[in-house]
């Protein structure tokens, strides 16, 4: 590498963008709140669904195993969905305050 190249990172999902300039403080408050509202949203389906499965367990003892490994999947990706909407809750507070910082400089 040269000196005056940076190594970017990569990633599985996504790069990091290091050239982009920072999104508005409103756009980015919007966005965290809508991946706040479906985290949730899906956290909520996610754990109906597990005690839909734990349920189907009960009443069907020949698929039991495979009803309880369905539960058990979809109680991780609820516990995973509640952990981003606090995550996500934590960076609407940060956008929000930012936007404050903007607008309290008379």
Known sequence: MADGEEKKHHHLFHRHKEDEEPKDPEQELKHHKNLGHISKATALAAGAYALHEKHKAKKDPEN?????????????VAVGAGGFAFHEHHKKKEAKEKIKEGHSGY
């Open 64 to 76: 039991a195993h495979h009803h309880k490994t369905a539960e058990e999947i979809a109680a991780t």
